[in-house]
């Protein structure tokens, strides 16, 4: 186990694009389900995507389907979340996770994630 470092958070107008990473350097994360989850001020901390450990399967909330996606660089040990057309609602802290992979199954529950990132905050505002 090593240190779950999520980045790239930052202060964004409406309808513009980040771009998270997620980086570890004691698990080899392809091997692993990697989740980015968000909890917002006064809400309830929830799933955003995720992917899966070798077979790269994804998971979308709804929420963010067709504006986010999630990809592996292997090389680079990091998982990033492109974010597009980005609204004020998805202002929040963002949270990478590893957890277990399981067979034909993309983990996208909280408690299937184990260990967590220290958070990166996104601001959507004009």
């Known amino acids: 186990q090593g240190q779950l470092v999520g980045s790239g958070g930052g202060l964004v107008q409406p309808g513009g694009s980040l771009r998270l990473s997620c980086a570890d350097s004691?698990?080899?994360?392809?091997?692993?389900?990697i989740g980015w989850f968000r909890q917002a001020p006064g809400k309830e901390r929830e799933e955003v995507s995720c992917?899966?450990?070798?077979?790269?399967?994804?998971h979308y909330a709804d929420s963010v389907k067709g504006r986010f996606t999630i990809s592996r660089d292997s090389a680079k040990n990091t998982v990033y979340l492109q974010m597009n057309s980005l609204e004020p609602e998805d202002t929040a802290v963002y949270y990478c996770?590893?957890?277990?992979?399981?067979?034909?199954?993309?983990?996208?529950?909280?408690?299937?994630?184990?260990?967590w990132g220290q958070g990166t905050q996104v601001t959507v505002s004009s």
């Open positions: 996770a590893v957890g277990l992979p399981r067979l034909g199954v993309v983990p996208h529950l909280i408690s299937d994630y184990d260990y």
């Open positions: 004691g698990f080899t994360l392809e091997y692993h389900a």
């Open positions: 992917l899966s450990g070798p077979d790269g399967g994804t």
